[in-house]
T-cell receptor, first 114, second 112 residues
Framework: EAGVAQSPRYKIIEKRQSVAFWCNPI?????LYWYQQILGQGPKLLIQFQNNGVVDDSQLPKDRFSAERLKGVDSTLKIQPAKLEDSAVYLC????????????FGSGTRLTVV | DQQVKQNSPSLSVQEGRISILNCDYTNSMFDYFLWYKKYPAEGPTFLISISSIKDKNEDGRFTVFLNKSAKHLSLHIVPSQPGDSAVYFC???????????FGTGTRLTIIP
């Protein structure tokens, strides 16, 4: 079974620039998550999709972050404009059902904003 | 508000000995708890879980203990091996809600 694919692996941008991350979940996984992990902290949920609908985006800074999951498969997370405090690893995860143990994480995208 | 806390940022243990990682939580609505393991440059991988109706779950060298009254759980690794060196995250959630709340992680180093 192929894992959760994320790209790019690393990205360095200047503040106020825009950036986009891509995630391809495991085939058949209906639920997709984006987590932000700041250095020294645990992952924090940004947004959860069920198929192509948003289930929870309560912690997504909507003034600068946006995410979409067209056709209920791939997903993109965008930051526009980026701030220094957005430097973090952005993790995508997917799950087949409602059991949290079913999460599979991708390797993440490490974003550095300078 | 840190609902899941791992108060030890790091832990060093001799190979072959027991590693004990601790986690505390504040939200009484949590009823499902998990441990994830993370190597550098990789995403977290699921290790072991426990539901609130149990106080112990065992899987090979890994055992998770849950003390609901104290809102505390711990992960025991026996015997510890060099490949266990990683960052361990405690996470909590509720049944029917896949959203997980993570702790800040504990970096475990196994000394050969």
């Amino acid at each position: 079974e192929a894992g959760v694919a994320q790209s790019p692996r690393y990205k360095i941008i200047e503040k106020r620039q825009s950036v986009a991350f891509w995630c391809n979940p495991i085939s058949g996984h209906a639920t997709l998550y984006w987590y932000q992990q700041i250095l020294g902290q645990g992952p924090k949920l940004l947004i959860q999709f069920q198929n192509n609908g948003v289930v929870d985006d309560s912690q997504l800074p909507k003034d600068r972050f946006s995410a979409e999951r067209l056709k209920g498969v791939d997903s993109t997370l965008k930051i526009q404009p980026a701030k220094l405090e957005d430097s973090a690893v952005y993790l995508c995860a997917s799950s087949l059902d409602h059991r949290p143990a079913g999460y599979t994480f991708g390797s993440g995208t490490r974003l550095t904003v300078v | 508000d840190q609902q899941v806390k791992q108060n030890s940022p790091s832990l060093s243990v001799q190979e072959g000995r027991i590693s004990i990682l601790n986690c505390d939580y504040t939200n009484s609505m949590f009823d499902y708890f998990l441990w994830y393991k993370k190597y550098p440059a990789e995403g977290p991988t699921f290790l072991i879980s426990i539901s609130s109706i149990k106080d112990k779950n065992e899987d090979g060298r890994f055992t998770v203990f849950l003390n609901k009254s104290a809102k505390h759980l711990s992960l025991h690794i026996v015997p510890s091996q060099p490949g266990d060196s990683a960052v361990y995250f405690c996470a909590a959630g509720g049944f029917g809600n896949e959203k997980l709340t993570f702790g800040t992680g504990t970096r475990l180093t196994i000394i050969p």
